[in-house]
T-cell receptor, first 117, second 113 residues
Framework: DAGVIQSPRHEVTEMGQEVTLRCKPI?????LFWYRQTMMRGLELLIY????????DSGMPEDRFSAKMPNASFSTLKIQPSEPRDSAVYFC???????????????FGQGTRLTVV | AQSVTQPDIHITVSEGASLELRCNYS??????LFWYVQSPGQGLQLLLK??????LVQGIKGFEAEFKRSQSSFNLRKPSVHWSDAAEYFC???????????FGAGTRLFVKA
C-alpha cells in the first residue's frame, strides 16, 4: 500500500477563499483522523471518522471548517471562508480499530501546508 | 480526560551520547502508548508502541521505551545518538472509549557534532 495520501502538499490561498484538502486513507483502515499542527498549539485533533461516520468533531475550531467522508477511500477537509490564522500543516491519518487483535496505530500522511495570505 | 506531558520542549545531545526523552501520561486504565518521530517537512512516523506485556519495548532506528505504571511514564531511550536522529519526537496515548490518539507537545532533539 502507498500509505496515506494527501493532496495538495502545499496550498497558498487568499483570505476569504474556499480551501479543500483531500485524503486517501490506507485501504482496509476503518478510522480516519484530521489533525492540524501549528507552532503555537502543536498537534490538534480536529475530527475523526469510523466507517465513514463522523464520531467526534469537537476539535473543529469553527463552523468555517467542515469534513466529509463520502466513502471508505476518500475524505475532505474544507475551510470556507479561509483566514490567515488557518495557516498550518494539516495531517490526515488512518488506522484499523477493529477488535484488539487487528488494532493498529495511526499512520500519517505527509501533510498539507496551508498558507492563507 | 487523557493527557500526555512532555516536559522538555527541546534537548541537545552530542553525537554518540545517550538519549532519554521523558513522557508522562494521565490515563485511568492500561493505556496504549506510542512514540512518533517527525523530521522537518514530513509526517509522523511511528517509532514504537506499547499495548501490553513486556514493559520494555523495542522500536525502529535503535530506540526503546519503558512503560512504568507506577510513575505513569513511557520514556524513550537510545544508547548512542546519530546526527540523523535530529527531529521532533511526540509521545501519544490512545483516548478512552475510542481510537483517537492524543499527542504530547513534542520534544525537539538537536544533535551536535
Amino acid at each position: 500500500d502507498a500509505g496515506v495520501i494527501q493532496s495538495p502538499r502545499h496550498e497558498v490561498t487568499e483570505m476569504g477563499q474556499e480551501v479543500t484538502l483531500r485524503c486517501k486513507p490506507i485501504s482496509g483502515h476503518d478510522y480516519l483522523f484530521w489533525y492540524r499542527q501549528t507552532m503555537m498549539r502543536g498537534l490538534e485533533l480536529l475530527i475523526y471518522f469510523n466507517n465513514n461516520v463522523p464520531i467526534d468533531d469537537s476539535g473543529m475550531p469553527e463552523d468555517r471548517f467542515s469534513a466529509k467522508m463520502p466513502n471508505a477511500s476518500f475524505s475532505t477537509l474544507k475551510i470556507q471562508p479561509s483566514e490567515p490564522r488557518d495557516s498550518a500543516v494539516y495531517f490526515c491519518a488512518s488506522s484499523s480499530g477493529g477488535d484488539r487483535g487487528s488494532y493498529t496505530e495511526a499512520f500519517f500522511g505527509q501533510g498539507t501546508r496551508l498558507t492563507v495570505v | 480526560a487523557q493527557s500526555v506531558t512532555q516536559p522538555d520542549i527541546h534537548i541537545t545531545v552530542s553525537e554518540g551520547a545517550s538519549l532519554e526523552l521523558r513522557c508522562n501520561y494521565s490515563y485511568g486504565a492500561t493505556p496504549y502508548l506510542f512514540w512518533y518521530v517527525q523530521s522537518p517537512g514530513q509526517g509522523l512516523q511511528l517509532l514504537l508502541k506499547y499495548f501490553s506485556g513486556d514493559t520494555l519495548v523495542q522500536g525502529i532506528k535503535g530506540f526503546e521505551a519503558e512503560f512504568k505504571r507506577s510513575q505513569s511514564s513511557f520514556n524513550l531511550r537510545k544508547p548512542s545518538v546519530h546526527w540523523s536522529d535530529a527531529a521532533e519526537y511526540f509521545c501519544a496515548v490512545e483516548d478512552t472509549g475510542g481510537f483517537k490518539t492524543i499527542f504530547g507537545a513534542g520534544t525537539r532533539l538537536f544533535v551536535k557534532a
